[in-house]
């Protein structure tokens, strides 16, 4: 088994990032931000501090968080994600970290973050690994912070099996999530301000029934 086709320790295939991630323009890759994060954003409801975009893939939505005034740390599994970012963030002309850092390894980031986005990641993330992940996001965070996920939703499998895993077309694994789990995995650490039904497009007209929680930190996790 090749270096790039080994599992990593979160549970998802970095080979197969890697793979759909040889050209820029990923099928779920869009140069726009989503009409949730721009709302959020445009209302005050998330104001410009320090951000961390967690799976930020081509780097748009980091992008659009500095173009906010927001000082953003991008990172992805992806190292050839993450050389994308670079590229795009330093053609729109923004000075915007990027780093190639496994969601397993969050806490070698030794910063306070006052905004967490993760954006389309959280259902790769197997459900045995994600109460350990969210309190590191958590650890992360200063009290208070504010935490977006967005992930795919069970009630939106295509072929209504209410299956909770498939097989994406490009070979990602893909893990559903129902309301109460997700209110589950986050009330330990957070307090849900916003929690519902959304859609997640695509670069080539896709819509997924995605799940949006917004939720504050509420523990000082991490002396924080
Ligand atoms: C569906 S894409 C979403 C990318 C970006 N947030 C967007 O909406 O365009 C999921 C991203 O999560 C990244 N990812 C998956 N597993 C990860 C992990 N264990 N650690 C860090 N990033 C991961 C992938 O490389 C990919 O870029």
Redesign the pocket.
Known sequence: MSNESKK?S???D?GV?EH??STPG?G???ERP?ADLKRLCETGAIVPDKAL??????G??SIYLASRGFDVLG????ER?IRHARQNAERAGFNIAFEA????NLLRLDEQFAFV?????L???APPERPQYVKNVADLLRHGGKYLSVCFSVEGREDDSHSTFAVSPVG?KLYYSSRDELHDLFEPHFRIIESRLTT?HGRHGQQHMALLTNSIRTQAARGG
């Open positions: 990593t979160s549970g998802s970095k990032f759909i991630y990923a779920w890759t869009l989503p975009d967690i799976g930020c893939g081509e748009f939505y990172i992805d599994l992806s994600a850092i496994d969601i397993a986005l993760e954006w389309s990641v259902h790769h993330v990602t997640i």
